[in-house]
């Protein structure tokens, strides 16, 4: 139970955690990965060799002390950990490894004179009460998963039936269920889970799925990191006909009911979950304003089918930004990068617009900041991270 002098504790800790948390937390995935090798499928290795992974939990550790007067506060942050967790199905009994390996690397990098028996005893409280909220909120999406029309709880074994190569880097896998049945209907701005076994290892990931709902398969379109090794085990690897397993779509990056102007703004593989979106946007009669950024014609991928929807429907305008473009590819609508004059004759008025916005970190940073000048509000300015989330600030 996690009691009034155990939260005066925590708050007391936020100046360490602000000044040492990725210190701690880089001890502790050490802890966590090299004890405990079950847990190590659900964490993408990369993510460590960058710091990305930390750097999240840093943040998110700092941000929970902050907050643990009023949790509420902690606003996206608690349904974006629940629905990761959820793509990757984190189990409750996760959460005592998980605990136990945090408190030992509070103890061990702050030293025992500071993490005394009752700043160990308030984390343990705040840990455990944390826990709680997330595998409580993990499990009642589990049981809504099973129970939905073409739902399931575990692994699916799916089987690709299409595969196509979108643009030099990118690559879409289409698949459908071995058991001949219907899927459960994601909302479109949200990723499914992947479970592959290659190489002696089990390697789980989250992709966005790159297509409006149909019933009976899932898209997704994968992008080949340099030394990814998933990207590149499927990239290379998986051909039509083989077999993956699936988790249930999840994920709260999803269109809100609006009759404003719809903008999406993507860098890269960004592109993803817009595609669905966008899908499901056009089905109205809601204006939207696409907006996608690219090095050069090479790496944009599905440009041909945006301009067939443009051609389609008057309310979509598209835009396309390349930063370099090569010589023979079709002309963008600017070159360089996005920037706030570029994007203020692209927009509607501030206070006409919900903007979706997703890429690489330092293009969803400068976005965020352009939106913020041109007076749109941070609170319809949403955007979501493909590897863990950082900071924009």
Known sequence: MLSTEHKAIIR??????????????????????????????????????????????????????????????????????????????????????????????????????????????AWAAAYGQLAGILAGAEEAIYSAQAEAPGGWRDGRAFRVVEKIQESDEITSFRFAPEDGGSVYAHIPGQYIGLRVVFDGHDHRRNYSLSAAPDGSTYRISVKRLPGGAVSNYLHDRVAVGDSVELFPPSGHFTLDDSDRDLVLISGGVGITPTLAMLEQALATERPVHFIHAARHGGVHAFRDAIDALAARHPNLKRYYCYEAPRAGDPAPHATGFLHRELLATWLPAADAMDAYFLGPKPFMKAVRNALRDLGVPDARAKYEFFGPAASLD
């Open 12 to 121: 007391a800790t936020v100046p360490l955690l602000e000044t040492g948390g990725e210190a701690l937390t880089t001890h502790f995935y050490g802890i966590l990965l090299d004890e405990n090798p079950e847990v190590r499928p659900y964490f993408n290795q990369a993510n460590q060799l960058t710091g990305d992974q930390p750097r999240a939990l840093a943040n998110g550790v700092l941000m929970y002390a902050k907050h643990i007067d009023h949790l509420e506060g902690l606003g996206d942050l608690v349904p974006m950990i629940v629905n990761k967790h959820v793509s990757l199905r984190i189990r409750p009994e996760h959460y005592p490894i998980v605990g136990a390996c945090l408190l030992r690397a509070i103890r061990e990098v702050l030293g025992a004179e500071v993490a005394t028996d009752a700043v160990i005893d």
